[in-house]
């Protein structure tokens, strides 16, 4: 069984910094592609940033520039680092990993649980 567990989220000022952790545990085989997603109140889960095997990195054009994505493969972790936090980032954020199993042989898509993050003076 795989588990990710999300850390980090919380209250921030217009402007501050926060950064996100998700680390996996289990019996993982390996982890292809990392990511963050975000869903905000009312509106559909969106795409936040990617990083893939091989460090290749997507990002969505609302956080371009202020948000960095970053993965230990050690670790099995994840790392999402904010700045220039504005309130339109409040949302919930969801780490997303492709990971094989000991079981599976093959990626399967894993979740974390969600860290709400609210910007707000």
């Known amino acids: 069984q795989v588990q990710l567990v999300e850390s980090g989220g919380g209250l921030v000022q217009p402007g501050g910094s926060l950064r996100l952790s998700c680390a996996a545990s289990g019996s993982i085989l390996y982890i292809s592609s990392m990511g963050w997603y975000r869903q905000a109140p009312g509106k559909q889960r969106e795409l936040v940033a990617t990083v893939g095997s091989s460090g290749n990195t997507e990002y969505a054009d609302s956080v371009k520039g202020r948000f960095t994505i970053s993965r230990d493969k050690a670790k099995n972790t994840v790392y999402l680092a904010m700045n220039s936090l504005e309130p339109e980032d409040t949302a919930v954020y969801s780490c997303?990993?492709?990971?094989?199993?000991?079981?599976?042989?093959?990626?399967?898509?894993?979740w974390g649980q969600g860290t709400q993050v609210t910007v707000s003076s």
């Open positions: 997303k990993m492709a990971i094989a199993t000991m079981t599976t042989q093959y990626p399967y898509a894993y």
